[in-house]
């Protein structure tokens, strides 16, 4: 039992992410801060607060798409890169969201409004959604190879490949005419498939056994056993005539 709870805590990472994000937007909301840089201005306790919340949250992302990756590469044939996609795209978006929290930082310190304004651009702008197709949409490729992919699954996988699709098209439609509502849907999708894998991952990600195993490396050939050499017999011995 203690085993089996151990294997399932870093695919439960993915989970302990959205929790973070959104008590973290859930706090901005409340407050009254429209734009991630606008919270320079807070007071100590809340700063302080939401900025822990995205740092930490950030790193379980990481360590959710790495846990995503690993049973990637076990799990279905040929599946590396789409593994390296996830596990490479987890890591940009917890990059983003750090250097988000240093500017921020540094915000507060000097009081500049152009770090105000560079915060709100890395957290409420395209940057983020670049990553984020690119790890919604190599997990719903990777989940339709998977060996005997259940209903359920299927579903997953194709919403994501959508998703990833639609991530883009927000982007489009952010650089040309930014919507209000296209940044506020794309963190909310995005946060809704995390958890979704991450349960789902809770569930099949632990199991040892899995549909395509990888072939075990080829053991050293045997050393082929040592041929016995006959033994010499002595000559016999001629008695001479006396």
Request: proline fraction near 5%.
């Amino acid at each position: 039992m203690r085993d089996s709870l151990v294997r399932r805590m870093p695919a439960a990472s993915g989970i302990g992410f959205v929790a973070l994000i959104a008590t973290d937007a859930i706090i901005r909301q409340v407050k009254h801060f429209p734009g991630f840089g606008n919270v320079a201005g807070a007071s100590n306790e809340i700063f302080g607060t939401t900025m822990l919340l995205m740092g930490v949250g950030g790193a379980l992302l990481v360590v959710f798409g790495a846990t995503f990756a690993a049973h990637i590469r076990r799990a279905v044939e040929g599946g590396e890169r789409l593994a390296a996609a996830i596990a490479t795209s987890s890591a940009v978006i917890f990059g983003l969201l750090a250097l988000a929290v240093s500017v921020e930082y540094m915000a507060r310190a000097t009081h500049l409004p152009a770090l105000v304004a560079l915060g709100n651009g890395i957290v409420d702008g395209p940057a983020l959604f670049f990553p984020a197709a690119v790890l919604v949409g190599a997990a719903g490729m990777a989940m339709l190879r998977e060996h005997d992919v259940p209903m359920y699954k299927s579903l997953v996988a194709v919403t994501s490949i959508l998703l990833g699709a639609s991530f883009i098209a927000g982007v489009g439609l952010m650089l040309f005419k930014n919507y209000a509502w296209i940044n506020d849907t794309g963190y909310i999708s995005f946060l809704a498939f995390t958890l979704v894998v991450s349960g789902i991952g809770i569930i099949d990600w632990a199991e040892i056994r899995t549909g395509y195993e990888r072939p075990a490396e080829e053991a050293a050939p045997a050393a082929a056993p040592a041929r016995r050499t006959p033994a010499r017999r002595a000559p016999a011995r001629v008695k001479r005539a006396s």
